[in-house]
Nanobody, 112 residues
Framework: QVQLVESGGGLVQPGGSLRLSCTASTSIFSFVVMGWYRQAPGKQRELVAS???????NYADSVKGRCTISRDNAKNTVYLQMNSLKPEDTAVYYCKGGYMTWGQGTQVTVSS
């Protein structure tokens, strides 16, 4: 069974940065698309950013210009670089591979 493992979450002050990592137990090219989602308390899970096998990227309006999704094929890892973090970015961030495979999530808390 394919597994996705996220890491890199934590507590950061407003304006700070974090880089999340999602490492797959198989080649990330086995997925048509990989994405980062987030879910804040009491809210629905939402797409943050996605990266297709062909290299196309897509970002939520709320993070455009602040987040970058990228990958390291040799490490089977997808990254989410987040800059200029805001309190409203606080959520559990999930990695998704293809249409069905989810990681366990990593908590990001933006607070002073």
């Amino acid at each position: 069974q394919v597994q996705l493992v996220e890491s890199g979450g934590g507590l950061v002050q407003p304006g700070g940065s974090l880089r999340l990592s999602c490492t797959a137990s198989t080649s990330i090219f086995s997925f048509v698309v990989m994405g980062w989602y987030r879910q804040a308390p009491g809210k629905q899970r939402e797409l943050v950013a996605s990266l297709s096998r062909g290299g196309d990227t897509n970002y939520a309006d709320s993070v455009k210009g602040r987040c970058t999704i990228s990958r390291d094929n040799a490490k089977n890892t997808v990254y989410l670089q987040m800059n200029s973090l805001k309190p409203e970015d606080t959520a559990v961030y999930y990695c998704k591979g293809g249409y069905m495979t989810w990681g366990q999530g990593t908590q990001v808390t933006v607070s002073s």
